[in-house]
């Protein structure tokens, strides 16, 4: 399959950081997009600097740090900055940066750069959770929101002093790919599923044998993950059950963490009770052992016995047939279907094939096998519709991946 085209060389990126204490966390954020390669200007508040000081900037960017609207004045930089920019990212985005930007405020070097940026703008918000849910700042993201520009939810976990709850800047690994995703496709987190209830399965489901050894495969969850953190900052209500992932979890999602074919099973079953939509991104094993050893199963001069298998559940042929008796009011059910071809038939072949006894709505065939999909930051498909269409989706970040398939699902969608 065709490789997704290269970014240019230099991309410009201006990352704003406003006054709140998750600006250290930037720092890392801030190495992750120089070591991609992108040219990186910081323009931090005057809050901002008490927090984390100039020199830490521009030691990371390897550029002077743009504090205010008076230095350089002959280069104009309030409005030079967001003119010149590919991506205006934003991290942390407190609750009076967000205020400040949904009323249009100037009174800084940050704020004027968004007034005058023309490309992507992406927020990604820190603060109490009391500051989140308050109506003023509910009010000012969708503003934002409404305008064009991407606000992600924020985390969930411990805050400032002994409190939890949503409201932690999400990790810097994830801020990174999604502002990647935005400089190869800027149009790829539309806000198309505001509201939207949506359930994902990632990760791959293990068989136990014994207490301590299980069949198993290869997936790490990271193209479940993936489509969790895209679904999310297109303005889905996510819910994500990941079957023995070892990831953070994606900001703004709920997370229902399983390990056997049986506990995935029950666990969507649940959810998918509230979903529009259900996406099997998960590795679900085809088989599990007739029995399971009470203790572990010691090493002896004998022939190891036999392993005797039986079939699992088709937990995404039961969807389906939930929404035809009408048990389930799912608008949208997305398969994948992991090949790796043989005598019978190509990828392609094997995954036509599934679709049509699966009975879903789209199946994303994957290429597995020698380094393909599995445990890797890439990944290829062809995005295959019950309607006969089929969308080759080039080799590329998994990011990539997840937006063509949000794409799709919101397409089917009814308005």
Known sequence: MPEVPA?????????????????YKVADLLRKLTEAGHDVTVVPTASALKFVGAPTWAALSHNPVATDVWTAAEDVPHVQLGRRADLVLVAPA??????KAASGFADDLLTNTLLTARCPVLFAPAMHTEMWQHP???ENVATLRRRGAVVVEPASGRLTGSDTGQGRLPEPAEIARLAELLLRRPDALSPDLIGRRVLITAGGTREPLDPV???GNRSSGRQGFDLAT?????????????????LPPPAGTEV???SSTEELREATHGAAKDAEVVIMAAAVADFRPLTRARSKIKKSDAAPTAIELV?????LAELVAGRATGQLNTAVIVGFAAETGDEDGDVLTHGRAKLARKGCDLLVVNAVGEGKAFGQPDNAGVLLGADGSEVQIPLGPKMVLAAA??????GLLPR
């Open 405 to 410: 398939v949000c794409d799709a699902v919101a």
């Open 256 to 258: 229902l963490r399983v």
């Open 7 to 23: 970014l240019p060389a230099v991309r410009r990126i201006v990352l704003g950081v406003a006054g709140g204490i998750a600006a």
């Open 230 to 246: 895209v679904a999310a900052a297109r303005g889905a209500r996510v819910t994500l059950v990941a079957a023995n992932v070892d």
């Open 213 to 215: 050894r299980f069949l």
């Open 311 to 315: 079939r699992n559940p088709d937990v």
């Open 94 to 99: 407190t609750a009076d940066l967000l205020a």
């Open 136 to 138: 003023a700042t509910v």
